[in-house]
């Protein structure tokens, strides 16, 4: 159940049917389970079990990219381990499979944060992290939801202390809605992990760092879908890393939809 501008709306899930991904660097089936509101609820589809594609493209493993050309479907890459404050900025993202449960502490070496365990409003994080990966909260209105099909825990948070197998997140309805997230970069390369989807609607992933700029998109007009992005950079101090999560087109009159539930940083 989701609310939106105080009204409450019930939407049934759907079974996944018709799935198109499109994305500039790397591309990959996901899945969430999602149930926006609707004033005329339509009619209830029974759920499917979700399964993956057999074409799975994961991350490249270490040593991580020196150098990305974004915005292009063939990006070049150079790998490198020792990158120095005045190297060029790097920018890497890549979209794949979210796992069934996600262990944040183990995840956010750095930092991590979790939305909308209690309320919309609601924001854990990692009691003793960096404090680095800064929520844009003004950009789009959002509501709670408490279904999501990948499950979230971890430990040593604040405001709360520990959640084991949490299915909440937040969502923003209709075309335009956007997520903004802010990490400032570094000489060292890093890693953020953002978890995130979308409901009867196609979202697109814009990462900016330095002047670089790389995309991605999910889409599904009939069900859900959800994304683990991954997105690696670097960039001399001063710099930040922003992380855009916008809602293209929505295919559902009343909430069309994106949603997060999590992002990680090591």
Request: net charge positive.
């Amino acid at each position: 159940m989701r609310w939106m501008d105080g009204q409450r709306v019930l939407v049934a899930s759907a079974a996944f049917a018709g799935l198109a991904l499109a994305a500039t660097v790397v591309v990959v089936v996901a899945r969430r389970q999602d149930e926006p509101v609707a004033s005329a609820p339509p009619t209830a589809v029974p759920w499917e079990p979700f399964t993956p594609s057999p074409a799975v493209t994961v991350l490249p493993p270490d040593p991580l990219p020196a150098s990305v050309v974004s915005d292009s479907p063939s990006a070049t890459v150079v790998p490198s381990r020792r990158p120095t404050a005045t190297a060029t900025a790097v920018l890497s993202l890549a979209v794949a499979d979210v796992p069934g449960t996600v262990d944040l502490a183990a995840e956010g070496t750095r930092d991590w944060v979790h939305w909308g365990l209690e309320s919309a409003e609601a924001l854990d994080r990692k009691s003793r992290g960096t404090g680095e990966i800064q929520d844009d909260r003004g950009t789009s209105a959002r509501g709670r939801y408490d279904n999501n099909p990948e499950l979230f825990g971890w430990s040593g948070g604040t405001p709360t202390g520990a959640a084991g197998r949490t299915p909440t997140g937040v969502y923003s309805c209709g075309a335009g809605s956007r997520f903004t997230l802010r990490v400032p970069a570094g000489a060292a390369t890093r890693t953020l992990r953002f978890y995130a989807g979308v409901w009867m609607a196609e979202g697109q992933m814009t990462v900016s760092l330095a002047g670089k700029r790389a995309t991605a998109s999910l889409e599904n007009r009939e069900a859900i879908r959800t994304g683990r992005f991954t997105i690696r950079f670097r960039a001399p101090a001063g710099n930040e890393l922003v992380v855009t999560w916008t809602a293209r087109k929505v295919f559902h009159p009343t909430c069309g939809n994106i949603d997060m539930q999590a992002a990680t940083l090591s």
